[in-house]
């Protein structure tokens, strides 16, 4: 018999998958980054506009994949719109570790991210929520330091990245 909670979860993820936030292609971006996950082949393009401030004015997430994947991708541009970037960095590096069981303290209300902790139950699921936050982290940093955006293949083993 399925739990309540985890029942609402479920909807949640439903509902990002089938209509998911941030899809509008950007036409002025200052953060392009792709991101792939070969363990399911999921694959996601994201763009941020970020004013003088780095504050992140628009988000685009596009993802070819798993529900969890398209899900936690939508959540992403929802949550961090009209956040300062350091913000962004760190709620991404919080729930990077939620996502793995690791011990966070995550102080603000994820909202629909919440729904994401049930993922840790299947750890082969990980790897797909773990893409648009894993993306995100790469493409800010290598906006941070002038670095040109790139693919990289996501891992939860460890922080590596390939090109």
């Known amino acids: 018999m399925s739990d309540p909670l985890d029942?609402?979860?479920?909807?949640?993820i439903l509902d990002h998958y089938k209509a998911p936030r941030g899809k509008r292609p950007l036409d002025d971006k200052d953060i392009e980054s792709d991101g792939h996950n070969p363990s399911c082949g999921d694959e996601l393009?994201?763009?941020l506009k970020v004013d003088k401030d780095n504050i992140v004015q628009d988000v685009h997430v596009d993802c070819k994949g798993c529900a969890i994947s398209v899900a936690s991708g939508?959540?992403?541009?929802e949550y961090i719109k009209g956040k300062p970037l350091n913000d962004v960095k760190r709620i991404s590096e919080a729930i990077k570790k939620m996502l793995k069981g690791e011990?966070?303290?995550i102080?603000?209300?994820l909202g629909d991210i919440d729904s994401l902790k049930g993922v840790r139950n299947f750890p082969v699921?990980?790897?797909c929520a773990l893409l648009a936050?894993?993306?995100?982290?790469?493409?800010?940093?290598n906006f941070e330091t002038g670095t040109k955006p790139g693919s990289?293949?996501?891992s939860t083993e460890d922080d590596k990245k390939e090109h």
């Open 107 to 109: 102080p603000e209300d």
């Open 7 to 12: 029942d609402m979860y479920r909807e949640i």
């Open 152 to 154: 990289f293949t996501v």
């Open 133 to 141: 936050w894993m993306t995100l982290i790469e493409g800010v940093k």
């Open 103 to 105: 011990e966070t303290d």
């Open 45 to 47: 393009t994201m763009q």
């Open 125 to 127: 699921r990980i790897k």
């Open 74 to 77: 939508s959540m992403l541009a």
